[in-house]
């Protein structure tokens, strides 16, 4: 079997261990590095994901792995957060940061900018609209959107 094989059954396994404890897979890597096989897997769940939970579902999966047996070499599992300030690609990322700061860079310039900082207030498959700290509204098209992701402050 080759990689891109493996993958897919890797996938189809690995996607609904994933859904039975609802946590939602965000990316998945199965590449050679360094010659030696690496799985990454990053999860997550709307409340967030603990690095308890993390540590809990790779021995999980380490074991359903190990008996399914479709890597047939040795390789490196590792399942971890995406963390607070992951990329919102999809509208499942914006609606789960609808009402926060966010941080958004554009590839055109937009009133003289690249960057703004703003509550996100509605978005649809065209743009997004956020509020400014100086409370000025601002419609941004979603092509033009190079990097999304919530704004951290402490």
């Known amino acids: 079997m080759d990689i891109v094989e493996v993958e897919k059954k890797l996938k189809e396994l690995i996607e609904p261990f994933l859904s039975q404890r609802e946590v939602e897979l965000v990316e998945f890597s199965f590449r050679r590095r360094a010659g030696t096989l690496s799985l990454t897997l990053l999860v997550d769940r709307p409340e967030g994901i603990t690095i308890n939970e993390c540590a809990e579902i790779n021995e999980e999966l380490s074991r359903l792995l190990d008996r399914e047996v479709l890597i047939e070499e040795h390789y490196i599992l590792e399942v971890s957060s995406p963390g607070l300030d992951r990329s919102l690609i999809n509208d499942a990322d914006f609606k789960r940061v609808l ?56």
């Open 99 to 154: 009402n926060k700061l966010v941080r958004i860079v554009t590839s055109k310039s937009i009133s003289g900018v690249n960057v703004v900082v703003g509550t996100l207030k509605e978005f649809n498959v065209e743009e997004i609209k956020i509020i400014l700290e100086d409370g000025q509204e601002l419609i941004i098209p979603r092509n033009i959107i190079a990097r999304a992701k919530l704004e951290i402050r402490f």
